[in-house]
Nanobody, 116 residues
């Protein structure tokens, strides 16, 4: 099992920044990718950004140029730096840890609210 603890959410005005952090513990000796998803009220959960074991990153189009995902292998953490935040970024953000391409663990979620 892998346990994930997220931190860093909160309330920010449009144009502001937040940094989310996710710490993984437990059976973390195998890693395929870590990432951040988000779910806004009434919407499906969507992938925001991923970072794979080799360092390759993926961003959904709506956050490209504004968000940056990074990983600290020694600490088993993955961060999401979010700049130029928009009201449409408001959502609960979830950290995901994947041991393989088809197995995943989830964090409990952290609320991000961007006011206009």
């Amino acid at each position: 099992q892998v346990q994930l603890v997220e931190s860093g959410g909160g309330l920010v005005q449009a144009g502001g920044s937040l940094r989310l952090s996710c710490a993984a513990s437990g059976r973390t000796f195998r890693l395929y990718a870590m990432g951040w998803f988000r779910q806004a009220p009434g919407k499906e959960r969507e992938l925001v950004a991923s970072i794979y074991s080799g360092g390759r990153t993926y961003y959904t189009d709506s956050v490209k140029g504004r968000f940056t995902i990074s990983r600290d292998n020694a600490k088993n953490t993955v961060d999401l730096q979010m700049n130029s935040l928009k009201p449409e970024d408001t959502a609960v953000y979830y950290c995901q840890y994947r041991e393989t391409s088809d197995s995943a663990y989830w964090g409990q979620g952290t609320q991000v609210t961007v006011s206009s």
